[in-house]
Antibody, heavy 118, light 111 residues
């Protein structure tokens, strides 16, 4: 069974940094692209970033480019999101998600809440 | 980049059928899309992929009551024999090179 468990969320001041982690199990982690998707309170889903299975290719939404960095450690089955220069509008539940070979998002974690506020 | 448009809400009676629509923007009418369900207070759940041909492939454990189809730039999620647990937000997703987008979501109410 695929399991994705996020951690690292919390309260941070505007301009601060936070690092999220997602531990994966139940599948061959290095074979699949992984991504972060966020959901602001009461709003819809917003794609944040994707990393390829090898970690050699990354992509970002325009709203986070230059501030967020996605990475992975295939030896630890772990996905990361380093978030810098955080803004109030980054407040959201951040979901770790597994990509499928066809391109779609196939599995979701339970999410971790990030609140940016003074 | 593609844009996905969804109606904000839909409703149907218990035991009936409902069709949720996701419309692809101009130039992207052949895109593959995926449907996700988000029940209140829960994480999203992958339901299925709808191909440009209209064929669909469901995720593991998705009931037979859920099906997908297409007409032109429209992609549909049809839920038959509606159950109370189907009351949820439904999101479509598509992608294009390095970009990925979600529709705004459709809130389904089961009457």
């Amino acid at each position: 069974e695929v399991q994705l468990v996020e951690s690292g969320g919390g309260l941070v001041q505007p301009g601060g940094s936070l690092s999220l982690s997602c531990v994966a199990s139940g599948f061959t982690f290095s074979t699949y692209a992984m991504r972060w998707v966020r959901q602001a309170p009461g709003k819809g889903l917003e794609w944040v970033s994707t990393v390829s299975g090898s970690g050699g290719s990354t992509s970002y939404a325009g709203s986070v480019k230059g501030r967020f960095t996605i990475s992975r450690d295939n030896s630890k089955n772990t996905l990361y999101l380093q978030m810098n220069s955080l803004r109030a509008e980054d407040t959201a539940v951040y979901y770790c998600a597994k990509g499928l070979p066809g391109g779609e998002t196939g599995h979701w974690g339970q999410g971790t809440l990030v609140t940016v506020s003074s | 980049q593609p844009v996905l448009t969804q109606s904000s809400s839909a409703s149907a009676s218990l035991g009936s059928s409902v069709k949720v629509t996701c419309t692809l923007s101009s130039g992207h009418s052949s895109n593959i899309i995926a449907w996700h369900q988000q029940q209140p207070g829960k994480a999203p759940r992958y339901l299925m992929k709808v191909e440009g041909s209209g064929g669909y492939n469901k995720g593991s454990g998705v009931p037979d009551r859920f099906s997908g189809s297409r007409s032109g730039a429209d992609r549909y999620l049809t839920i038959s024999n509606l159950q109370s647990e189907d009351e949820a937000d439904y999101y479509c997703e598509t992608w294009d090179s390095d970009t990925r987008v979600f529709g705004g979501g459709t809130k389904l109410t089961v009457l």
